[in-house]
């Protein structure tokens, strides 16, 4: 059973940054792609980033680029996303997010099978 357990929401004021991580298990982390997505309210899923294995593939909306940076530390299973330069449109529920399927690195919200809970990240003003 695979599990994500993603930390690191919060409140944070535009300008300013936030670190989320979301801890992987139940499965090899080998092979296999990583990603984060998010979801404001009345809005659907949108893709924010995803790397690659084992970290120098990766892809990123083009509304985070320059801000926001994914990594991942294979030695703990853990991905991470930098937020940088916040701003309140980036307010949503942040998602980790795996695929069934190694070897690839989607962005479509359909292409990942695996989920964690969200964690809430508030942008103000």
């Known amino acids: 059973q695979v599990q994500l357990v993603e930390s690191g929401g919060g409140l944070a004021q535009a300008g300013g940054s936030l670190r989320l991580s979301c801890a992987a298990s139940?499965?090899?982390?080998?092979?296999?792609?990583m990603a984060w997505f998010r979801q404001a309210p009345g809005k659907e899923r949108e893709f924010v980033a995803a790397?690659?294995?084992?970290?120098?593939?990766?892809a990123e909306a083009n509304s985070v680029k320059g801000r926001f940076t994914i990594s991942r530390d294979n030695t703990r299973n853990t991905v991470y996303l930098q937020m940088n330069s916040l701003k309140p449109e980036d307010t949503a529920v942040y998602y980790c997010?795996?695929?069934?399927?190694?070897?690839?690195?989607?962005?479509?919200?359909?292409?990942?099978?695996?989920w964690g809970q969200g964690t809430q990240v508030t942008v103000s003003s």
């Open positions: 997010a795996t695929p069934r399927r190694s070897g690839i690195v989607p962005t479509a919200t359909l292409a990942y099978d695996y």
């Open positions: 790397i690659g294995w084992p970290g120098g593939n990766f």
């Open positions: 139940g499965r090899t982390f080998v092979g296999y792609a």
